[in-house]
């Protein structure tokens, strides 16, 4: 960040005690009350400012030597680099105690925005912004002398109206609203005269200054802006850019303030259309008040700005400028509208032409944002139809432009803060949020907690199913547009389509290939589509599974279950059955169907676990209703291996809901059918198999098969004998060398435990009944039971069995 010798400097700075800063203030002060001061003077203070600035904690001088400071900083005799240095002094100790200052009685204003500098960094506790405040309008109200000038003390004011908008009062306002008005239309078109060097080969004689021109050289026929271009300028001119400035945060602070047009209750009922067209007519704006008149004026100022956008700048800097100013100015434009509708009717016409100018060109991106907030804003009352401008924005800027970082943040604040009158306004915004997850998926550590606010307002029952996809696929959607921005960069030449037949190797080669073409395309779609394919992409995913250990594919798969998390809490609030199903059975298949980066699936199936669960609790009957797709994945074996924790809430689930206290559809058959998969997957994974190669299923895998079953015996009694038999042949299991040389002492103990409470359970048939019952419509004792299981099932193991641990053999 620093330079080394910079970094030599602030090192030594800092290092400097109390003492060696006591000794050294005093020489300090010796050379400010000499006769002359000097460069050493000035080199003193430069040193003073740096070893009080560069420590994070406060230093202390002593209370004369601050005095001392104040004394000749005000001095009339002090030169101006050791008044700036003193005031940068004085501001680095506040909130300073033995300040004296006070702006009240300054005339020059080089001075006053000096002295009053050091007032605003007090912190305001004795009314000292108000005091400046004050003080500002008062030498504004004024005619300056010669030789002053009112662009010292602007940049104070703006930090006046930032930090304490009611220290002016009304007349105020509309003391330096007039002024403003005069800067903003009024500074002179001729260019300021260089100011004489005073050296030998100076010449008395000035040559006239020439007309400012516009950024593309022409001399300039209208009235002077920010835009305008010269050697040199004049006062009024710098008044002109500082004025623009701060024209925003004033009108914001004031321009509605005691907003009272002339003949308003005349007007208060007509409609606002017709105000628009009326409003276009020429008036007398001298006899507008002060704020309306500046409103006039400043729209006029942004107008122009527009206009002088269009031209073709001769300097890169006026180029980068003339975008900045653009967007600034619309960005008024659309403040004044909101203060008064009558301007409505002329800026939407205006902008709907600069639009249509600008839309093409990305270097021009950023400037879309302010014109779509216009339309956004006043759509209705301008009574056109935005749905063209909103639709440009979402869909070619992000498709074009998701690779630049501050773009994609201003961008996605901009459809966050707009997200509920997007939603209301226009069906566009919904639609096109596939382009939106791409600037997060490239840009993913900065734009999460964007995201997280914005992802509810995108969710919808019609988009519910397509962004469950995308969130899945969205380190995949990293990947893709890695090869896009590669493929774009490449020569023309090695662009050609692969040949059909043969197989790409690389992702590159696959990104121009015709059968992997269509596959991108559906990855990187623009908007939202019916189509719901994801299994067409599992070639995809696996070719671009080089690029996983990309970091930034990692970072945004980083991200991925923070966003599913919020996915499932927002849709568990408008999902109804049908929603839910699909949802469970997308979950289910996707599963398989992840991008290859170990930790991010594993993150993933922890999420799709646990709102598994959450799905089953809104909607319990999806257990009968899915009963298909359940038992195929219940009934895989090496779901246990790879998805384990998925297996287990799904085994779970279907010992918890499947019952007819949930479904009245849930049939003897139906548990009997469940009952015989679980039964099928419990009998492999304790099989006794004496081979090194015995894989270790997880341990809790089988606590919830063994739980399972006997929630399902309970409710279908007929079946006890056989889960009975099983558990009681749990001891042999856990006690087989094959067995003992794949899971741990402790695993093996739980397993048994739990065999043994469930066994006795089911010597008490009646018992297992009522424990098992979910608690629906249940006493208050049932729910205490069903919440504390593991609790109950101590209780009668402990009630039927005198010697701990005893299993039958």
Request: charge should be neutral.
């Given at each position: 960040?620093?330079?080394?010798?910079?970094?030599?400097f602030?090192k030594?700075?800092?290092?400097?005690?109390?003492?060696?800063?006591?000794?050294?203030?005093?020489?300090?002060?010796?050379?400010?009350?000499?006769?002359?001061?000097?460069?050493?003077?000035?080199?003193?203070?430069?040193?003073?400012?740096?070893?009080?600035?560069?420590?994070?904690?406060?230093?202390?001088?002593?209370?004369?030597?601050?005095?001392?400071?104040?004394?000749?900083?005000?001095?009339?005799k002090?030169?101006?680099?050791?008044?700036?240095?003193c005031?940068?002094?004085?501001?680095?100790?506040?909130?300073?105690?033995?300040?004296?200052?006070?702006?009240?009685?300054?005339?020059?204003?080089?001075?006053?925005s000096?002295?009053?500098?050091?007032?605003?960094?007090?912190?305001?506790?004795?009314?000292?912004?108000?005091?400046?405040?004050q003080?500002?309008?008062k030498?504004?109200?004024?005619?300056?002398?010669?030789?002053?000038?009112?662009r010292?003390?602007?940049?104070?004011?703006?930090?006046?109206i930032?930090?304490?908008?009611e220290?002016?009062?009304?007349e105020?306002?509309?003391?330096?609203?007039?002024?403003?008005?005069?800067?903003?239309?009024?500074?002179?078109?001729?260019?300021?005269?260089?100011?004489?060097?005073?050296?030998?080969?100076?010449?008395?004689?000035?040559?006239?200054p020439?007309?400012?021109?516009?950024?593309?050289?022409?001399?300039?026929?209208?009235?002077?802006?920010?835009?305008?271009?010269?050697?040199?300028?004049?006062?009024?001119?710098?008044?002109?850019?500082?004025?623009?400035?701060?024209?925003?945060?004033w009108?914001?602070?004031?321009?509605?303030?005691g907003?009272k047009t002339p003949?308003?209750?005349?007007?208060?009922?007509?409609?606002?259309?017709?105000?628009s067209?009326?409003?276009?007519?020429?008036?007398?704006?001298?006899?507008?008040?002060?704020?309306?008149?500046?409103?006039?004026?400043?729209?006029?100022?942004?107008?122009?700005?527009?206009?002088?956008?269009?031209?073709?700048?001769?300097?890169?800097?006026?180029?980068?400028?003339?975008?900045?100013?653009?967007?600034?100015?619309?960005?008024?434009?659309?403040i004044?509208?909101?203060?008064?509708?009558s301007?409505?009717?002329?800026?939407?016409?205006?902008l709907?032409?600069?639009?249509?100018?600008?839309?093409?060109?990305?270097?021009?991106?950023?400037?879309?944002?302010?014109?779509?907030?216009?339309?956004?804003?006043?759509?209705?009352?301008?009574?056109?139809?935005?749905?063209?401008?909103?639709?440009?924005l979402?869909?070619?800027?992000?498709?074009?432009?998701?690779h630049?970082?501050?773009?994609?943040?201003?961008?996605?604040?901009?459809?966050?803060?707009?997200s509920?009158?997007?939603?209301?306004?226009?069906?566009?915004?919904?639609?096109?949020?596939?382009?939106?997850?791409?600037?997060?998926?490239?840009?993913?550590?900065?734009?999460?907690?964007?995201?997280?606010?914005?992802?509810?307002?995108?969710?919808?029952?019609?988009?519910?199913?397509?962004?469950?996809?995308?969130?899945l696929?969205?380190?995949?959607?990293?990947?893709?547009?890695?090869?896009?921005?590669?493929?774009?960069?490449?020569?023309?030449?090695?662009k050609?389509?692969?040949?059909?037949?043969?197989?790409?190797?690389?992702?590159?080669?696959?990104?121009?290939?015709?059968?992997?073409?269509?596959?991108?395309?559906?990855?990187?779609?623009?908007?939202?589509?019916?189509?719901?394919?994801?299994e067409?992409?599992?070639?995809?995913?696996?070719?671009?599974?080089?690029?996983?250990?990309?970091?930034?594919?990692?970072?945004?798969?980083?991200?991925?279950?923070?966003?599913?998390?919020?996915?499932?809490?927002?849709?568990?609030?408008?999902?109804?059955?049908?929603?839910?199903?699909?949802?469970?059975?997308?979950?289910?298949?996707?599963?398989?169907?992840?991008?290859?980066?170990?930790?991010?699936?594993?993150?993933?199936?922890?999420?799709?676990?646990?709102?598994?669960?959450?799905?089953?609790?809104?909607?319990?009957?999806?257990?009968?209703?899915?009963?298909?797709?359940?038992?195929?994945?219940?009934?895989?074996v090496?779901?246990?291996?790879?998805?384990?924790?998925?297996?287990?809430?799904?085994?779970?689930?279907?010992?918890?809901?499947?019952?007819?206290?949930?479904?009245?559809?849930?049939?003897?058959?139906q548990?009997?059918?469940?009952?015989?998969?679980?039964?099928?997957?419990?009998?492999?994974?304790?099989?006794?198999?004496?081979l090194?190669?015995?894989?270790?299923?997880?341990?809790?895998?089988?606590?919830?098969?063994?739980?399972?079953?006997?929630?399902l015996?309970?409710?279908?009694?007929?079946?006890?004998?056989?889960?009975?038999?099983?558990?009681?042949?749990?001891?042999?299991?856990?006690?087989?060398?094959?067995?003992?040389?794949?899971?741990?002492?402790?695993?093996?103990?739980?397993?048994?435990?739990r065999?043994?409470?469930?066994l006795?359970l089911?010597?008490?048939?009646?018992?297992?009944?009522f424990?098992?019952?979910?608690?629906?419509?249940?006493?208050?004792?049932?729910?205490?039971?069903?919440?504390?299981?593991?609790?109950?099932?101590?209780?009668?193991?402990?009630?039927?069995?005198?010697?701990?641990?005893?299993?039958?053999?």
């Amino acid at each position: 960040m620093f330079t080394a010798a910079a970094e030599s400097f602030l090192k030594q700075a800092r290092e400097i005690q109390e003492e060696e800063l006591r000794r050294f203030a005093s020489r300090v002060a010796s050379l400010l009350q000499g006769p002359e001061l000097g460069p050493e003077a000035v080199d003193c203070l430069q040193r003073l400012h740096l070893t009080i600035a560069a420590t994070k904690y406060p230093r202390r001088l002593d209370g004369k030597f601050v005095e001392l400071l104040q004394t000749v900083l005000c001095s009339s005799k002090c030169p101006e680099q050791i008044q700036v240095l003193c005031a940068a002094i004085l501001r680095e100790m506040s909130p300073c105690n033995d300040l004296i200052l006070s702006c009240d009685e300054i005339q020059d204003t080089k001075l006053l925005s000096l002295v009053s500098s050091i007032l605003l960094a007090q912190g305001n506790k004795k009314g000292e912004v108000a005091a400046v405040g004050q003080r500002i309008v008062k030498v504004l109200e004024r005619r300056l002398p010669e030789g002053q000038s009112a662009r010292y003390i602007l940049p104070v004011l703006s930090n006046v109206i930032s930090l304490s908008p009611e220290s002016l009062t009304e007349e105020q306002v509309n003391v330096v609203s007039k002024k403003m008005t005069d800067w903003l239309r009024y500074a002179s078109t001729q260019q300021g005269v260089a100011q004489p060097s005073g050296g030998f080969f100076s010449s008395p004689r000035t040559k006239q200054p020439g007309p400012v021109t516009e950024v593309d050289g022409a001399i300039a026929t209208d009235f002077f802006t920010v835009l305008s271009v010269g050697q040199y300028h004049t006062q009024d001119q710098w008044l002109n850019v500082q004025a623009f400035s701060m024209l925003r945060n004033w009108l914001l602070c004031y321009g509605d303030r005691g907003l009272k047009t002339p003949n308003a209750d005349d007007r208060s009922g007509m409609d606002k259309s017709v105000m628009s067209t009326v409003s276009t007519l020429p008036t007398s704006s001298r006899l507008l008040p002060p704020k309306e008149r500046l409103r006039e004026k400043a729209f006029e100022y942004c107008q122009r700005l527009v206009e002088q956008s269009h031209r073709r700048p001769l300097k890169k800097d006026d180029a980068d400028l003339q975008k900045a100013c653009l967007i600034e100015a619309v960005t008024i434009m659309d403040i004044i509208c909101k203060q008064d509708s009558s301007y409505v009717y002329r800026a939407a016409s205006f902008l709907k032409v600069l639009h249509g100018r600008i839309c093409g060109d990305a270097a021009y991106a950023r400037a879309l944002l302010p014109i779509a907030q216009f339309f956004l804003n006043h759509s209705k009352v301008a009574a056109v139809d935005s749905d063209a401008i909103y639709r440009h924005l979402l869909t070619d800027i992000p498709a074009q432009l998701f690779h630049n970082a501050s773009l994609a943040f201003e961008f996605v604040r901009f459809c966050k803060d707009n997200s509920q009158l997007f939603t209301e306004t226009s069906s566009v915004f919904r639609q096109s949020f596939p382009n939106l997850f791409k600037f997060l998926a490239w840009n993913s550590p900065p734009l999460i907690s964007e995201f997280v606010d914005l992802l509810p307002f995108l969710l919808h029952a019609d988009t519910a199913i397509e962004i469950f996809h995308l969130l899945l696929d969205l380190p995949c959607l990293t990947a893709a547009l890695d090869v896009q921005l590669r493929s774009a960069a490449l020569p023309t030449s090695e662009k050609a389509a692969s040949d059909p037949a043969v197989k790409p190797t690389t992702c590159l080669e696959a990104f121009r290939h015709p059968l992997y073409r269509s596959m991108f395309q559906y990855l990187l779609c623009a908007k939202s589509t019916s189509e719901d394919a994801p299994e067409r992409l599992i070639p995809l995913r696996q070719l671009l599974g080089s690029l996983a250990s990309s970091p930034r594919v990692v970072q945004c798969a980083e991200t991925v279950p923070v966003l599913l998390e919020l996915f499932f809490r927002v849709v568990a609030e408008f999902a109804d059955g049908p929603l839910i199903n699909q949802l469970v059975v997308l979950l289910l298949q996707r599963s398989d169907q992840l991008y290859e980066i170990p930790a991010f699936k594993d993150d993933v199936y922890r999420v799709l676990s646990s709102q598994l669960v959450t799905l089953c609790r809104l909607h319990p009957a999806l257990i009968v209703e899915l009963s298909t797709e359940i038992l195929e994945f219940s009934g895989a074996v090496s779901n246990i291996q790879n998805k384990e924790v998925i297996f287990t809430h799904v085994v779970w689930a279907v010992g918890e809901y499947l019952s007819v206290c949930y479904d009245r559809r849930c049939s003897v058959e139906q548990i009997l059918r469940f009952f015989e998969t679980l039964e099928a997957v419990l009998f492999e994974v304790t099989q006794l198999r004496p081979l090194p190669s015995t894989p270790g299923y997880a341990p809790r895998a089988i606590s919830v098969l063994m739980a399972t079953l006997t929630k399902l015996a309970a409710r279908s009694q007929d079946l006890i004998p056989r889960v009975s038999m099983f558990l009681s042949k749990m001891r042999t299991f856990v006690q087989s060398p094959a067995v003992t040389s794949v899971y741990r002492e402790e695993d093996l103990e739980e397993i048994l435990i739990r065999a043994t409470e469930l066994l006795n359970l089911l010597k008490m048939p009646s018992v297992a009944q009522f424990v098992f019952t979910p608690p629906v419509a249940s006493t208050r004792f049932q729910r205490e039971v069903n919440d504390s299981l593991p609790c109950a099932l101590r209780i009668v193991t402990r009630l039927l069995e005198p010697t701990p641990g005893f299993m039958p053999g």
